[in-house]
């Protein structure tokens, strides 16, 4: 299985501040279509996950501009520019270019 | 707007069966694969199952096979996990996830516990 491996686990942030997460993979993500199957889930409490970024740097409909992914290859990093008190969760990587979906161990997101 | 509703989930003695239910609607179900995908107490999420959209085609996690199985009945719209053999490390919040290339839609998540 792919691991996934993510840094910080715990991240306390001041409301407005920027916050930015890690994720690096065991090995690359590109399937064989081409596509890399890389993203974040946001999961607040008591809720399910949800979708926030797909393929690495595409938000989902309806997931505000402050969020943002990049990377390539094994590493990627998700951004929030300011912190809102919505934002608290866990937010996690995930690959799904292969099975098992595999995920990161979460980064706890609070307010500072 | 794309809805899935899990349901099923219950207290369960070890070595007992369950089976989960997933409910879709507001998409084609029979033309999306789908995921099981669980969460024990305060941990994080872990993938179960996988099945193609006609379900001829399934897969499984090392640690359910032989014990889970994934079936789907596209006429109702419904995907499905029998539990069989089921452990204290079942025990978790089992979501069902839609596979769009990524896991674009998921469940709000239904409790298995397996206690005697």
């Known amino acids: 299985d792919i691991v996934m491996t993510q840094t910080p686990l715990s991240s306390p942030v001041a409301l407005g501040q920027p916050a930015s997460i890690s994720c690096r993979s065991s090995?690359?993500?590109?399937?064989?279509?081409?596509?890399?199957?890389f993203s974040w889930l946001q999961q607040r409490p008591g809720q399910p996950p949800r979708l926030l970024i797909y393929?690495?740097?595409n938000r989902f409909p309806g997931v505000p501009d402050r969020f943002s992914g990049s990377g390539a290859g094994t590493d990627f990093t998700l951004k929030i520019t300011r912190v809102e008190a919505e934002d608290v969760g866990v937010y996690y990587c995930?690959?799904?270019?292969?099975?098992?979906?595999?995920f990161g161990q979460g980064t706890k997101v609070e307010i500072k | 707007e794309v809805h899935l509703v899990e349901s099923g989930g219950d207290l369960v003695q070890p070595g007992g069966s369950l089976r989960l239910s997933c409910a879709a609607s507001?998409?084609?179900?029979?033309?999306?694969?789908m995921h099981w995908v669980r969460q024990a107490p305060g941990q994080g999420l872990v993938g179960v199952s996988l099945?193609?959209?006609?379900?001829?085609?399934?897969h499984y996690a090392d640690y359910v096979k032989g014990r889970f199985t994934v079936s789907r009945d596209n006429a109702r719209n419904t995907l499905y996990l029998h539990m069989s053999s089921l452990r204290a490390e079942d025990t978790a919040v089992y979501y069902c996830?839609?596979?769009?290339?990524?896991?674009?839609?998921w469940g709000q998540g239904t409790l298995v516990t397996v206690s005697s």
């Open positions: 507001g998409f084609t179900f029979s033309t999306y694969w």
């Open positions: 090995q690359g993500l590109v399937h064989s279509d081409g596509n890399t199957y």
């Open positions: 995930m690959q799904s270019t292969q099975f098992p979906p595999t």
């Open positions: 099945t193609s959209r006609d379900g001829s085609t399934t």
């Open positions: 393929q690495i740097f």
């Open positions: 996830a839609r596979h769009n290339g990524v896991l674009d839609y």
